[in-house]
């Protein structure tokens, strides 16, 4: 992870990846997997998502880890939270009722916290590595999950050469050799957006999709 670039990026709000509203393709799936409510929901590289608090609001416990501590504080602030904090090896942790927060590296979690959560909800996290950091992110991080952990995984594609990540596109084929085989991993979704992403064709990105899957961990 490269925590000044992405200090920087937060810093000067170039946050393309923010979305001012929650991940319509996450509430059309997510009931998919029958995650009982109380649950434990892990979310990698939270930044300040509005995802999370959709979550809360389903009866569901957020651990969410972010790097850039200017996520944290906005997400706070922009939603009045009063969180209290206290510091471990792997960060300050941020807690406001049934979310928290680390602000830490996420390679750098503690495995117990990480075999406590029951899911995992991954819009933004995969794709935001180069290909040199996917393979650790998913056996590091997702391979101290328990078993029976599902997850919900957003990834795009697009001609990588077309476009300098991040965000990278994530290949289908590289999504499988990833988790399997200790993950179980369906398509849920393949949806065509370019035309709703004007950044990608300004950069002159071909072709975009977004993948949906399920993961089930075995």
């Known amino acids: ?8 990026r937060w810093q000067e709000g170039c946050i393309g990846f923010h979305q ?3 991940t319509p393709l996450m509430l059309k799936h997510w009931p998919s997997l029958q995650v009982p409510a109380g649950s434990q929901v892990f979310v990698p590289l939270a930044g300040k998502s509005l995802d999370m608090l959709w979550f809360v609001s389903q009866g569901y416990r957020v651990f969410g880890v972010e790097l850039a501590l200017p996520a944290i504080e906005q997400f706070l602030a922009e939603h009045a939270l009063h969180a209290e904090t206290r510091d471990s090896p792997a960060g300050r942790h941020y807690r406001a009722g049934d979310l928290e927060l680390v602000h ?5 979690q503690d495995p117990a916290e990480l075999a406590g959560c029951d899911a995992v ?3 933004a996290a995969l794709i935001a590595l180069p290909p040199v950091l996917r393979q650790r992110y998913a056996s590091e991080v997702y391979g ?10 957003i990834t795009l594609e697009c001609p990588q050469a077309e476009k300098a990540g991040p965000p ?13 085989p200790q993950w179980e991993v369906g398509v849920l979704e393949r949806r065509e957006i370019l035309s709703q992403q004007p ?4 950069e002159g990105v071909s072709a975009l999709q977004t993948v949906v899957y399920e993961l089930r961990r075995l």
């Open 104 to 108: 830490g590296d996420v390679f750098a």
């Open 121 to 123: 909800y991954d819009r």
């Open 1 to 8: 992870m490269e925590p000044d670039f992405w200090q920087q």
């Open 199 to 202: 950044n990608f064709i300004a």
């Open 144 to 153: 101290r999950l328990p078993g029976g952990c599902r997850g919900l995984l």
């Open 168 to 180: 990278f596109s994530v290949a289908e084929d590289e999504v499988r050799a990833l988790f399997s």
């Open 20 to 22: 001012d509203r929650e």
